[in-house]
T-cell receptor, first 114, second 112 residues
Framework: NAGVTQTPKFQVLKTGQSMTLQCAQD?????MSWYRQDPGMGLRLIHY???????DQGEVPNGYNVSRSTTEDFPLRLLSAAPSQTSVYFC?????????????FGPGTRLTVT | GNSVTQMEGPVTLSEEAFLTINCTYT??????LFWYVQYPGEGLQLLLK?????DKGSNKGFEATYRKETTSFHLEKGSVQVSDSAVYFC???????????FGRGTSLIVHP
């Protein structure tokens, strides 16, 4: 049981490049989400999914796309990287049990856009 | 939607000191409340939770009581250790879904 895995751990992009951050979980969780963490800003929700084929926007969705074709995988795509997207990105998964939800986080991807 | 406000850090303490990190919330109804901890270079992990008013969550010597009268969920520990140095996040469900919303985090630094 690997939990939530993220690849890559580190990435450097040039402005305008695109890339996909990978996230996978092996716990059969319904919910998956992407956050970005910036100094002094805490965690901000980018996109989330409540099941395969269903995604929705969070607080800061602009510049990012997601899809959820399987329960296990939830990739995050940066369409045209900008320096403002330099951040640490966390993927998380959770289940719903009578409304009580605990998030399981991956180790993060540190992205630098130059 | 629901939201949380945490005290700003960093909080700097000596080993064995008493810790309080304040968290207040705004919510519709009485949602579950959570504290998460992030150790350096890692993702967040659940520290403790409380599912209803007056519940006390506890783990690893940390405690927090769900107080609906003061809409608070303060984190406490009687004697901190250097290994407790981390960033602590208060969280609750966002209201529109089961996806939580997090406070800005409070950094704790414990000196020997």
């Amino acid at each position: 049981n690997a939990g939530v895995t993220q690849t890559p751990k580190f990435q450097v992009l040039k402005t305008g490049q695109s890339m996909t951050l990978q996230c996978a979980q092996d716990m059969n969780h319904e919910y998956m989400s992407w956050y970005r963490q910036d100094p002094g800003m805490g965690l901000r929700l980018i996109h989330y999914s409540v099941g395969a084929g269903i995604t929705d926007q969070g607080e800061v969705p602009n510049g990012y796309n997601v899809s959820r074709s399987t329960t296990e995988d939830f990739p995050l795509r940066l369409l045209s990287a900008a320096p403002s997207q330099t951040s640490v990105y966390f993927c998380a998964s959770s289940y719903s049990e009578t409304g009580v939800t605990e998030q399981y986080f991956g180790p993060g991807t540190r992205l630098t856009v130059t | 939607g629901n939201s949380v406000t945490q005290m700003e850090g960093p909080v700097t303490l000596s080993e064995e000191a008493f810790l309080t990190i304040n968290c207040t919330y705004t919510a519709t109804g009485y949602p579950s409340l959570f504290w998460y901890v992030q150790y350096p270079g890692e993702g967040l992990q659940l520290l403790l939770k409380a599912t209803k008013a007056d519940d006390k969550g506890s783990n690893k010597g940390f405690e927090a009581t769900y107080r609906k009268e003061t809409t608070s969920f303060h984190l406490e520990k009687g004697s901190v250790q250097v290994s407790d140095s981390a960033v602590y996040f208060c969280a609750l469900p966002s209201g529109g879904s089961y996806i939580p919303t997090f406070g800005r985090g409070t950094s704790l630094i414990v000196h020997p």
